[in-house]
């Protein structure tokens, strides 16, 4: 195996920055862009780091640091494991978060192996937002130095042979500033590229994808308050979210927000912040950095949602992948979004939300 060290860059700023920072060290880099939708163009995904127009982007930035550079086409794992578990996880009441499905799936689980076992790479960088660091025998996860950045959050899935081989070069630096700084004066061709911050895969509305590809979640039914009184109706389960507060088809004057979703009987449940009172959930597909949990019983600043705010929590892991999140103050949580376990700046591990427990 060579020590090459292969760079994912999407076409943007930050991971073309990667590969000159890797460059400027020394290293022996080999740009890789991923294809991600068919034929690399989608009238779905004119954002996408995975059309054509980004490919050459990243084929411009990785000529213009004189790097070999390879395009790779994942388009039907991406399809497979990021659109439609998205379409079906909205199909079913739970709200995804498919930057940690591409991450687990695509990133690292599809191009890492490529990048080891085709191409005898050592390691992968990527323009990710967070560190790595390596000390007591382990790999640590850590948060990017610019807490306004740091996407720590959807890479929980890492373990230590994945941490291993990531290169994450971007992670130390101050900010976005900084980043944009460096970038001119290595003179990237996309120094001033702007950033893509919707769903990279959806041009429009999601519902309008989620419809499209699953209409049966789409049949009106009742929203009701939680001692049964019917308050209005909504388009279907397929256009809801837990914690939703707009467009769920109700006007009372009151700021209600949906609680929970009743698949059997296609009901949305509605109440108010004060009503809200669920500490405890179940978290199912749970990770550890460490490859293992710290203790069967163990604390940890749970966040709920992407660059959300920490909360104090307890949780008890069980032998199938599973565990049970017990915070220390009632939360409002999506079914299907990630809980993400923290101490400090370091990622533990997570899971995704199963569904809430009885306190």
Known sequence: MSERVFVAMSGGVDSALAAALLVERGEDVVGVWMRLTAGGASSDSPRCCGTDEAGEDARRAAAHLGIPFYALDYAEVFGREVIDRFVRAYASGETPNPCVACNGYVKFEALLSDVVRKFGGSRLATGHYARVAHDAGRYRLLRARDPMKDQSYALYMLGQADLARLELPIGELEDKGETRALAARYGLPNAAKAESMDI??????????????????????????????????????????????????????????????????????????????????????????????????????AVLRYRGTPLASRVRVSTDGTAVLELTEAALVAPGQAAVLYRGDEVIGGGVVDHPLAA
């Open 200 to 301: 990279c895969f959806v041009s429009g509305d999601y519902r309008d994808l989620v419809r499209e590809r699953a209409p049966a979640a789409f049949q009106p039914g009742p929203v009701e308050r939680a001692d049964g009184t019917v308050v209005g109706a909504h388009a279907g389960i397929g256009g809801l979210t837990i914690g939703q507060r707009s467009g769920v088809g109700i006007a009372t004057g009151e700021r209600l927000y949906v609680l929970r979703l009743e698949l059997d009987r296609g009901a949305a449940i509605v109440g108010t912040k004060a009503e809200i009172a669920t500490t405890t959930y179940a978290l199912r597909e749970v990770r550890f950095t460490a490859d293992e949990p710290p203790a069967a019983v163990f604390a940890a600043d």
